[in-house]
């Protein structure tokens, strides 16, 4: 489980639904540009000679959909087609606008905090782990 996805879901418990939800997505969204930011200026090299495949890929596929970039790289934050620390480490490498990548990773990663922080509450709540006696029986009946 990433860092950001294990401190999401500790963020709904410690500060509640909505002020854990802000916490947490605005960290996400800035640790994704700084990382694009550190791409831009120190990674290319490092992510060309580690997955020049992959990067090639992606490259074809923002070419291809320039005219509508922010939909697509929204697309691409809310599929898990593509992991987020790879579109954090290549955007800037393959030519995506800081302006677009900001934008598209703030509403992308919205359900995905979501979930997290619900996670987290949800969690919270729990009284006991365990199966009831009833539950139990019932297997059995089944069997």
Known sequence: ?????????????????IPGFLMSHICAVAGACICFYISSKLGAGFVQSRMPQKLAWLQR????????MLYYFMF?????????WFLNASSAVVGVPFHIFAGATFIGLIPYS?????TGLML??????????????LIIQFM
């Open 61 to 68: 596929k923002i070419d291809e959909n320039r005219h509508n």
């Open 124 to 137: 919270d709540s729990m009284t006991h782990v365990g199966m009831d006696p009833s539950v139990s029986e």
């Open 114 to 118: 979501v979930i997290l922080v619900r």
């Open 1 to 17: 489980m990433p860092g950001t996805a294990f401190l999401a879901i500790l963020s709904g418990p410690i500060f509640g639904g």
């Open 76 to 84: 691409l934050r809310l599929t898990p087609i593509v992991p987020n």
